[in-house]
């Protein structure tokens, strides 16, 4: 993996290289640099497999961060490219002419997160939900318990008991 | 030579694309719908159809959308657990295996070896299953009932063996960050071969009623061909790959568990249609029966099978993000989770192999093709829906 | 209603091949006017013993797997745990099917289809809610998608607990709701006539995206 970041960082300025085991490693990389490194890394280097383009929420930091994992089949060799983006108005450039599959992902994303691909085949079409209006259901402020009891109602005798607790009466109960 | 006349079917324009123009009244919306003994489980395709032939398709999926992914984050690693199993249905020890590896990187925790085992074991047996039910519904897809009763019968005999293992016959919820909760029953070993044999006999049958059936052959020869071109640009994977001749395979590309001490080798076809697809799980399936028998021949029968993990229900592990692959009967399976420190996990993805399958490449495969052949491609490729959707 | 509808549910002026024009209109064709009526029994009470005898005695299933649960539906129909020595056979079409096994959790977006279903099915007609998650949301009780109690949406004669029941807990349930048709009790299809503003006021709030008539057989 060494020798391949040095050659990326001839080319390009990505960040900091981070291995989590032999043969997987993630870097960041900036918005713009992403689709030229994408393209190089699959025709040059062999990543041929794009494997998986999810999002993550952070929300305390007001960012999504959008993971491209890609893969060598020949070398079995894993690499993740982070992009991180603001959370308001979030869009990112779409990648469905490198690889056809993408534009499933994009369309998750899109409603999933309601990060924006503009221009991917498709992509404002309902794909799992259907008729809804809220906010996009994986962002971390969308609480699924609140919405969950208020539209839906409840069979009464059911009850809720935080295991933590529960465990520290049974074993402990003089403790504090 | 004869050549039909196409005249009435869509022509296609400048740029590749069809010229589609829905008011004229020569095409018909065919919805192959949630309820449907054509589709397997709870998907539906929008045909757009002339005549026979369909000429324009859309997979809608999220018919059984649950929000696991949101579930997961408000749950403890310990309580993700239970629902986990729950997002593949048929074949639900992978979700398992795949998250506990994840945790287990991340939490930097060593399983010992007996529980490689078990684990490997389990796995090999999940396969089997998954492999059976889908020669049932290969067939039942080209009309042949009596192979999916077949099948269903010896399943039933294996997920007897799945509930003396773990005391449930479909979620068993046993493998957990860790470690697995038990060890192997008394005479386990003896009544699995039984069943082994009882599998290997059927098997005879369903090669002699299914693979040399002149119907069969002729509805599945050389339909709906996958060029091996296509295999990365469509991330296609699996026993899919396999029979367009490309050895994919991750337990022999990366092994992981046990499967470095066994041998076993990357089962291929040639032409990549229908047939050579169900041939090749065929195979695939014959090979299984053989490496559970090496797992319970070499497997050791004492040892520790869970570590000392620390206080569970206060557990918190450092920031980080990995992805953990295996290789399950329809592909190739992975997880992506990260975590930030807290005692929650903080983003779980489920990378199921059907996600690429069953929209993009089944859109792609049945453009040209007959009504009637939709069913048996959609059950070629061996798609599950619910771990596209979650 | 009409401006968020999708395109081929628009009524529209259709050419076809030969040319002649004509107008089509999705929504209104084919679809009953009328809403469910309330099916009185027969005559005599030994006539209705004798109806409740043969409806129970041949339950047609409906071949619809909703969720978790039509992973043990097979095996109950293969010759191990047979359940067509009870009379008990899957059909594919909601025309020809008395029983609607509602297997496990319902997502929004299938519980519209379910009522379509449902509504297509013709009476008498039972309903059994099979695993937990029918009767109080199981485990996906804080899911924003999955449903929590199925008989405010459909009426339900039998609930199955598990997670997942076998298929000898399947079968004692089929055995259970025979013997409540037999008593004259699977009253299931009049309880949805009577009530159905109600029931249609639930689904309404829960299924967002409608875009069918409110009953279609």
């Known amino acids: 993996m060494k020798t391949l970041y040095q050659s990326l960082k001839e080319r390009f300025t990505p960040g900091e290289l981070t291995e989590q085991r032999d043969g997987l490693a993630f870097l960041t990389v900036e918005r713009d640099q992403l ?24 929300l305390e930091e007001g960012q999504f961060q959008l993971t491209y994992l890609l893969s060598n089949r020949k070398k079995q060799q894993d690499i993740g490219l982070r992009v991180m983006l603001p959370r308001e108005d979030a869009s ?55 919405y969950a009891q208020a539209t839906y109602r409840d069979r009464p005798g059911r009850e809720t008991r935080d295991p933590a607790k529960h465990m520290k009466e049974q074993l402990y109960p003089d403790k504090d | 030579m004869y050549q039909p006349d196409r005249s009435q079917y869509p022509q296609k324009r400048v740029d590749g694309t069809l010229d589609i123009d829905l008011k004229s009244g020569k095409y018909l919306k065919l919805w192959q719908g949630p309820q449907h003994p054509g589709v397997t489980g709870n998907m539906s395709i929008e045909l757009t159809v002339c005549g026979d032939e369909v000429v324009d398709a859309k997979t809608h999926v999220g018919y059984l959308h649950r929000g696991f992914e949101k579930l997961m984050e408000r749950r403890t690693f310990m309580q993700v657990f239970p629902i986990v199993c729950r997002v593949c249905v048929p074949e639900p020890d992978f979700n398992e295996y795949c998250y506990a590896a994840a945790v287990e990187e991340l939490a930097g925790i060593e399983i010992p070896e007996s529980a490689r085992w078990i684990r490997t074991l389990i796995l090999e047996m999940g396969r ?46 046993f493998i957990l960050p860790g470690g697995v909760r038990g060890h192997l029953p008394e005479g386990f070993s003896g009544r699995m071969e039984e069943t082994l044999r009882e599998i290997e006999s059927v098997m005879d049958d369903v090669e002699k009623v299914m693979f040399q059936n002149a119907v069969f052959k002729k509805r599945s020869i050389g339909v709906s061909v996958i060029d091996p071109a296509l295999l990365d640009s469509y991330g296609i994977t699996g026993p899919n790959a396999r029979a367009a001749g490309v050895a ?15 041998e076993l080798e990357a089962v291929i076809g040639h032409d990549s249609d229908i047939f050579t697809r169900a041939e090749v799980r065929r195979r695939d399936l014959l090979m299984s029966i053989d490496l559970v028998r090496q797992i319970l021949a070499k497997m050791p029968l004492e040892g520790a099978v869970m570590t000392k993990l620390p206080n569970v229900l206060h557990w918190k592990i450092p920031r980080g993000e990995t992805f953990i692959r295996g290789e399950c009967s329809r592909g190739e399976y992975g997880y992506y989770v990260v975590t930030d420190g ?3 996990p903080r983003r779980v993805n489920v990378r199921g192999p059907s996600y690429t399958h069953s929209i993009a490449l089944f859109e ?27 | 209603m009409n401006k968020d509808m999708k395109e081929e549910l628009k009524i529209r002026t259709v050419k076809g091949p030969d040319g002649l024009e004509f107008e089509v209109e999705p ?145 004692a349930g089929v055995i259970e709701l025979k013997s409540l048709i037999r008593a004259g009790k699977g009253e299931g299809a009049n309880l949805y006539a009577k009530n159905f503003e109600w029931y249609k006021a639930n689904q309404k709030r829960v299924i967002h995206d409608w875009d069918m008539p409110d009953y279609n057989w």
């Open chain 3, 27 to 171: 929504l209104r064709d084919y679809y009953c006017e009328a809403a469910p009526t309330v099916q009185t029994g027969a005559y005599t009470a030994i006539v209705e013993k004798l109806f409740n005898w043969a409806r129970a005695e041949s339950i047609w299933i409906l071949g619809f797997g909703t969720g978790c649960g039509a992973i043990e539906m097979r095996p109950l129909m293969s010759p191990r745990f047979d359940a067509y020595r009870y009379g008990v056979q899957g059909r594919p079409t909601p025309r020809q099917a008395n029983l609607f096994i509602i297997s496990g959790y319902l997502s929004v977006k299938t519980l519209k289809r379910v009522i379509r279903s449902y509504e297509q099915m013709q009476n008498p007609k039972y309903v059994i809610g099979l695993g937990s998650c029918t009767i109080n949301g199981g485990m996906y009780f804080d899911s924003y998608n999955t449903i929590k109690r199925l008989d405010d949406y459909l009426p339900v004669d039998l609930y199955i607990t598990g997670c997942m029941p076998r298929p000898e807990a399947l079968l």
């Open chain 2, 248 to 262: 994919r395979d991750v337990r022999t590309e990366q092994p992981y568990l046990v499967y470095p001490e066994l």
């Open chain 1, 35 to 58: 689709r030229p490194m994408l393209g190089h890394l699959r025709d040059s280097e062999g990543f041929g497999h794009l494997v998986l383009l999810t999002a993550v929420d952070w």
């Open chain 1, 92 to 146: 990112m450039d779409t990648i469905h002419d490198l690889w056809p599959t993408a534009a499933t992902y994009q369309r998750e994303l899109r409603e999933m997160f309601g990060i924006d691909f503009p221009d991917s085949p498709r992509v404002n079409e309902e794909f799992i939900l259907e008729g809804w209006k809220d906010l996009p259901p994986y962002r971390r402020d969308f609480d699924t318990l609140k």
């Open chain 2, 128 to 173: 089997i299953n998954s492999y059976l039910m889908y020669l049932g519904g290969q067939a039942g897809a080209f009309g042949q009932g009596v192979i999916g009763q077949w099948t269903t019968y010896v399943r039933d005999l294996m997920l007897d063996r799945f509930e003396e293992l773990t005391g449930a016959r479909i979620y068993h919820m």
């Open chain 2, 342 to 344: 807290s005692g929650y």
């Open chain 2, 364 to 390: 792609r495969l049945i453009i040209n093709a007959n009504i009637s052949d939709v069913a048996g491609t959609l059950v070629s490729l061996h798609t599950y829906p619910p771990e596209v959707e979650r």
